[in-house]
């Protein structure tokens, strides 16, 4: 079993940054993949980005050039978002995939709530 834990959400106006942070526990393997979805009400979750413990990232196109997803370790990932804009507002999730298996891992959720 993975635990993946979110922190950094928050209340922001237009126009400003957050750093989202996202430490994963238990069987970890040095290969997997790590993300931050998002979803919003109404609405389906979206992959916002993604990185692999190789470093390949992968963007949505409404983010890129905005958000920069990184990681220091098989287990944490960040998410720095920049130029945050009113459509962002969502509860933003880290997720967990081993390399080669279809199981994600999901944590609790983060509220990242961008007002005008």
């Known amino acids: 079993q993975v635990q993946l834990v979110e922190s950094g959400g928050g209340l922001v106006q237009a126009g400003g940054s957050l750093r989202l942070s996202c430490v994963a526990s238990?069987?970890?393997?040095?290969?997997?993949?790590m993300g931050w979805y998002r979803q919003a009400p109404g609405k389906q979750r979206e992959l916002v980005a993604s990185?692999?413990?190789?470093?390949?990232t992968t963007y949505a196109d409404s983010v890129k050039g905005r958000c920069t997803i990184t990681r220091d370790s098989a287990k944490t990932v960040y998410l720095q978002m920049n130029s945050l804009k009113l459509e962002d507002t969502a509860v933003y999730y880290c997720?967990?995939?081993?390399?080669?298996?279809?199981?994600?891992?999901w944590g609790q959720g983060t509220q990242v709530t961008v007002a005008a």
């Open positions: 238990g069987s970890i393997f040095n290969l997997n993949r």
């Open positions: 997720d967990y995939v081993r390399v080669g298996r279809a199981t994600n891992y």
């Open positions: 990185i692999t413990t190789g470093g390949s």
